[in-house]
């Protein structure tokens, strides 16, 4: 009888534990990817300028490439 029982018993762990760890087949949509500022041709010459005249190790540098990466991560965002 307990050999019979243990799929089921296995079964309702890997149930349970799917629900405990929140697995869903739908997916959730309240989370959006959100959208990059789009600039001007002026505007980018701007702050292309602006960058140019700070000094090479100026923090802002290192800001600037992070927020360009997290631009060219949200192309691929779903």
Known sequence: ???L???RIHAAAI???LV???CT???DTSCKCPKPVAYDDATLKEISQALRALPSD???H???EDYENERDDLRFCP
């Open 1 to 3: 009888m307990w050999v």
């Open 5 to 7: 029982l243990k799929p």
């Open 15 to 17: 149930v349970a534990a």
């Open 20 to 22: 405990l760890t929140g």
């Open 25 to 27: 087949v739908a997916r």
């Open 58 to 60: 100026n923090v802002l």
């Open 62 to 64: 290192r800001a600037m």
